[in-house]
């Protein structure tokens, strides 16, 4: 069956990191691109980063040089290193297929704050 599960979330100061973690099951996660979306209090959810099956990756400006994604065929799971990271990245951050989307998962908080 279809599932993505984030985790990984957490409460941070500014300046620290997180690791977030997507486990997949039932979207054929070796032949999509993947990516990680992140949705603010009140926004709409945006794509921060993408990787392809060749594991090239891209990222919004807002996070390049901070975030680092990665992808592990063998586990079905995207991951995302978060360093250096700002009260503005406070939100729920979600994986998805690209393009193609499945249904979401729950998402997993991230909280940036003093």
């Known amino acids: 069956q279809v599932q993505l599960v984030e985790s990984g979330g957490g409460l941070v100061q500014p300046g620290g990191s997180l690791r977030l973690s997507c486990a997949t099951s039932g979207i054929n996660f070796e032949i999509y691109p993947m990516g990680w979306y992140r949705q603010g209090s009140g926004k709409q959810r945006d794509l921060l980063a993408s990787i392809d099956t060749f594991s090239n990756a891209h990222y919004t400006d807002s996070v390049k040089g901070r975030f680092t994604i990665s992808r592990d065929n063998a586990k079905n799971t995207i991951y995302l290193q978060m360093t250096s990271l700002k009260v503005e990245d406070t939100a729920v951050y979600f994986c998805?297929?690209?393009?193609?989307?499945?249904?979401w998962g729950q998402g997993t908080q991230v909280t940036v704050s003093l």
């Open positions: 998805n297929r690209i393009p193609e989307p499945v249904s």
